[in-house]
């Protein structure tokens, strides 16, 4: 068992660049200008009310509906989020919302409307699904959700992940994010995987950046996959490193950031807030890193006592939680910091509206146990059951998460 890292207080540290193979690369190309940005919410604001139009008919009903669904976008963002990138002629506001214009950013739109007008007949389940494809990780993280699962025989043959893609396809999923244990691990499969979901559903891998190579980030970008999210965990190396047991995950991680910048594909990083990290001052100084670093998004999560950090006393304080907020919001609406990445912090909205884990999306483990998400272990079925036809329908019993009850 690792024990946890001290993390010391370094509020103005130079992030430790020696360690990576190449610069870090800016990638300001993707910033569209204020008037292309007015423009473009002009359009989808129409394009929104269209839809609105058409599904609900009802004036009371589509200003109510446009109501609640600004309301609930304001909750998510703590304001009115202007931030938006452009990456191969599409606008991405969310890694968890498909890129626009595209007939998968459509059919979220409708799904949504009519899940805020009539949240009771709703047929649309899910629109997003986290499917880990394998058992196999190099990294040894502190904080790892799969702990149990990890390095054991594979649960998945290649032909069940055609299935289990199949199968949530069916029922509407618009985005597939693929992990594991390590999903470039699986490339083989992963890259046909991927060719055949992205036909239906928008494709992101959630890498450490191991064996992703720049050869690899094209065909993966050719298969059709869209973004990666690189799970960096400080902005020293050797910290990032002690985090993830493993003395070159910081340098495969920029180096896969930068590989997927040059293939044209949307980057997130992805960072684990615990306690020491907080409070040593990091928060900042990390989104300076991933400013630098030229990524669209960065996703702070808070840990939670599952997996190897089961039984730990990791969850933050109220202390924790409040600098994160105050970040969030500074972050994602300050005019000084409009050219920093977008944050995303779950545990904003997670605390307002409640969570969106098992009414959008669900986390299909690397032993097909589906989950409300990767921080909330609360199986609920076994996939592997039902695409080998040993179970014939999906379960209706929803994950639910159970820190945030409440389901946005
Ligand atoms: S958290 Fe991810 S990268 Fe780290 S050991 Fe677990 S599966 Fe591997």
């Known amino acids: 068992m690792?024990?946890?890292i001290?993390?010391?207080v370094a509020a103005t540290h130079t992030p430790i660049t020696a360690a990576t193979s190449k610069?870090?690369?800016a990638n300001n190309l993707s910033r569209p200008g204020s008037i292309e940005k007015y423009f473009t919410w002009m359009f989808i604001k129409l394009r929104i009310f269209y839809f609105a139009c058409i599904i609900l008919k009802r004036p009371d009903k589509i200003i109510s509906t446009f109501k609640t669904m600004l309301r609930l976008r304001n909750n998510v963002w703590g304001g009115d989020l202007k931030k938006m990138y452009k990456i191969d002629g599409k606008y991405y506001f969310n890694q968890y919302t498909p890129g626009w214009p595209s007939g998968a950013y459509d059919l979220l739109i409708k799904s949504e409307l009519r899940r805020h007008a009539s949240p009771l007949t709703v047929t649309e389940k899910l629109s997003f699904v986290f499917l880990a494809i394998t058992r196999k990780c190099p990294m040894r993280c502190e904080h790892c959700f799969e702990w149990d699962n990890l390095n054991q025989k594979e649960s998945f043959?290649?032909?069940?992940?055609f299935k289990v893609v199949d199968l949530y396809q069916n029922e509407g999923v618009l985005q597939l994010h693929f992990s594991g244990g390590e999903p470039m691990v699986r490339f083989k499969d992963l890259l046909p995987l991927i060719k055949y979901a992205s036909k239906k559903s928008e494709c992101w891998v959630l890498t450490s950046g191991f064996n992703f190579t720049a050869h690899n980030a094209l065909l993966l970008r050719e298969a059709g996959c869209k973004g990666i999210v690189v799970s960096i965990d400080h902005y020293i190396a050797e910290l990032h490193n002690m985090f993830r047991g493993n003395s070159s995950a910081f340098e495969q991680a920029v180096n896969a950031i930068s590989n997927a910048q040059q293939a044209r594909m949307v980057t997130s990083v992805s960072v684990c807030a615990t306690k020491q990290f907080i409070d040593g001052n990091h928060l900042m100084p990390y989104m300076d890193f991933a400013k630098k670093l030229g990524v669209?998004?960065?996703?702070?999560?808070?840990p939670r006592s599952v997996?190897?950090?089961e039984g730990k006393n990791v969850l933050l304080d109220e202390k924790h939680i409040?600098?994160?907020e105050l970040t969030f919001k500074r972050i994602n609406h300050s005019p000084a910091y409009s050219d920093y990445p977008t944050m995303l912090y779950h545990g904003y909205h997670q605390r307002r509206v409640g969570c969106f884990s098992?009414?959008?999306?669900?986390y299909v483990d690397s032993a097909g146990d589906v989950h409300a998400c990767p921080f909330c272990h609360t199986k609920s079925y076994n996939i592997i059951e039902l695409v080998r036809g040993i179970q014939k329908t999906l379960p209706v019993k929803e994950n639910k998460c159970p820190l945030f009850e409440k389901i946005a």
Do not use: I, K, M
């Not at 043959?157 to 992940?161: G, I, K, M, P």
């Not at 669209?296 to 808070?302: A, D, G, M």
């Not at 098992?358 to 669900?362: D, I």
């Open 322 to 324: 409040v600098e994160l």
């Open 6 to 8: 001290t993390l010391p």
């Open 23 to 25: 610069p870090y690369q």
């Open 157 to 161: 043959s290649r032909e069940d992940l």
């Open 358 to 362: 098992g009414s959008r999306s669900v």
């Open 2 to 4: 690792q024990t946890a």
């Open 307 to 309: 997996g190897h950090y």
């Open 296 to 302: 669209q998004f960065v996703q702070v999560l808070e």
